[in-house]
């Protein structure tokens, strides 16, 4: 079993739809639970962390963490064309400064 | 003003060439990685460095090898590439280890013929 499975979609939605995506980790001492972006032919960019269960909101994104089910989720409300990107999750745990990614969701956002 | 600036953007080489990848990262952060992101986007942690101490030594082969010359720097050195080493090398930096933000570089993309 992977550390985080991710599904690598592809998704396509339109504009202005609510997206969610998912992922599952295995390792309970994860600690830290990230989103990054990735633009096409770019690096990856964080784009929000939290830390234990519960919502954290920025903007249009929500980040959600169930420690207890080991899930992890991203929504998007008002999706934009400029959203389209590979959506990455990651995971940090404490003691080996290693960050796990999941395989990434491409997402396709259609004006 | 780049953040993390890696060189060269695309390297295109024959098989059983030595290549290396160059880092560099004006934050002024402790902590340094390379990643290895495979055609299907699986983004993989491979090497990094804290204070020009390896602390992370994934299960590469040993043809990878690391070098960290000051906190700012991190080259990648690849000896008789193979077909499969063809990917986009990123390199990243954090303020330090424990950080979940790291920044990414643009990435180089390697060709092996």
């Known amino acids: 079993q992977k550390e985080v499975e991710q599904d690598p979609g592809p998704l396509s939605v339109p504009e202005g739809a609510i997206v969610s995506l998912n992922c599952t980790y295995s390792?309970?001492?994860?600690?830290?639970f990230m989103w990054y972006r990735q633009y096409s032919r770019k690096g990856p960019e964080l784009l929000m962390y939290?830390?234990?269960?519960g919502n954290k909101e920025d903007g249009r994104f929500t980040a959600q963490v169930d420690k207890s089910s080991k899930y992890i989720s991203l929504f998007i409300r008002d999706s934009q064309p400029s959203d389209s990107a590979t959506y990455l999750c990651?995971?940090?745990?404490?003691?080996?400064?290693?960050?796990?990614f999941g395989k990434g969701t491409l997402l396709t956002v259609n004006p | 003003d780049t953040a993390v600036s890696q060189t060269p953007k695309y390297l295109v080489t024959q098989m059983g060439n030595d290549k290396s990848i160059k880092c560099e990262q004006n934050?002024?952060?402790?902590?340094m990685y390379w990643y290895k992101q495979d055609s299907k986007k699986f983004l993989k942690i491979m090497f990094s460095?804290?204070?020009?101490?390896?602390?992370i030594n994934e299960t590469v082969p040993n043809r990878f090898s690391p070098k960290s010359p000051d906190k700012a720097h991190l080259n990648l050195h690849i000896n008789s590439l193979e077909l499969g080493d063809s990917a986009v090398y990123f390199c990243?930096?954090?303020?330090?280890?424990?950080?979940?933000?790291?920044?990414f570089g643009p990435g180089t993309r390697l060709l092996v013929l």
């Open positions: 990651a995971t940090l745990g404490r003691s080996n400064y290693k960050l796990t």
């Open positions: 934050l002024g952060h402790d902590t």
């Open positions: 939290t830390y234990s269960s």
């Open positions: 460095y804290n204070n020009k101490e390896l602390i």
């Open positions: 990243a930096s954090s303020q330090d280890p424990n950080k979940e933000t790291q920044y």
């Open positions: 390792n309970s001492a994860f600690q830290y």
